[in-house]
């Protein structure tokens, strides 16, 4: 952990709140039931809002338990100290959180009916939403620039490991009938209609009114003014100034950090990354 990092199967994760033997335990022997629901995302492709999202369908729209408990512990992470013990203390059904890659993933999922929801977001974006988080956090080595992450984004020595991994890995289930692919984008230009097709996976009925609270209270002002929701609440001396998981929460912003010779080296690993995908099937490109 010398480096700034806790290194498990050769994946980087941050230093605080996690450890070794709760990884080596939730991926070998966690059992995810048929009831259950797994939201599964890289780390800053939405992965909060959908939470939100999620919770508010659960609620039929009432915010009560949105404001009354945090979200780490409305959706537990699988993978940390904290989520893993909440979640086998817990009664199920589980509504659950992972950033795991496909191949450290608890083996019971695949196994399972349970409803998997896997978020995806243009990378760019991510590597820039990344940068800013982690620049504010004291959990894992920080970056020193924007151009020194960039390149760790593009080798994948970055928490969670490579994106485009990542994305290959869970981007194998797309077929099955239990798991709904999602992005990042959609739910930016059309969160109703998104929204409505999250109900019907789940296999929730929500009235109009129902529906614009979900709408309205997971929308990115009410979730920035939310503590139980913006983090707020986690201890100052884990962040480097004040620190909230919202920042902008739009699309493109990359435009506005990367430089063109970023932009078409970007571009030429992920057509190295991603060749064999169908045209179409990813939103920003």
């Not at 994946?11 to 991926?27: H, M, N, Q, W």
């Not at 913006?230 to 909230?244: A, H």
Request: net charge neutral.
């Amino acid at each position: 952990m010398t480096d700034g990092y806790l290194w498990f199967e050769g994946i980087r994760f941050p230093v605080v709140g996690y450890s070794y033997e709760v990884l080596k335990e939730a991926c070998a022997q966690f059992v995810i039931k048929d009831e259950d629901t797994v939201l599964v995302t890289y780390p800053k492709s939405g992965t909060h809002w959908l939470v939100e999202i999620l919770c508010l369908i659960h609620s039929h729209g009432d915010t009560k338990w949105i404001r009354s408990v945090a979200i780490w512990d409305r959706s537990p992470w699988t993978e940390t100290d904290d989520g893993y013990k909440l979640l086998n203390e817990r009664e199920g059904p589980w509504l659950m959180s992972s950033h795991l890659p496909f191949h450290l993933f608890p083996k019971s999922l695949f196994t399972s009916k349970a409803k998997v929801i896997y978020i995806m977001r243009n990378p760019k974006d991510v590597l820039v939403s990344g940068y800013y988080h982690w620049i504010m956090t004291k959990v894992c080595k920080q970056p020193e620039s924007l151009e020194q992450y960039f390149q760790w984004f593009m080798q994948g020595n970055v928490l969670y490991g490579s994106w485009f991994e990542h994305i290959r890995g869970w981007m194998s289930m797309r077929h099955r009938e239990n798991v709904l692919l999602l992005s990042y984008e959609e739910l930016q230009k059309d969160p109703r209609s998104t929204i409505e097709r999250i109900c019907q996976f789940l296999g929730k009925k929500l009235t109009p009114e129902e529906l614009d609270s979900v709408l309205k209270n997971s929308s990115f002002q009410v979730m920035k003014q939310n503590k139980m929701s913006n983090f707020e609440m986690l201890p100052v001396d884990l962040f480097t100034g004040p620190f909230q998981i919202t920042r902008k929460g739009i699309c493109g912003d990359w435009k506005n950090h990367f430089t063109v010779a970023q932009a078409e080296a970007f571009d030429k690993v992920y057509q190295e990354k991603m060749l064999g995908f169908p045209k179409g099937l990813f939103p920003w490109e």
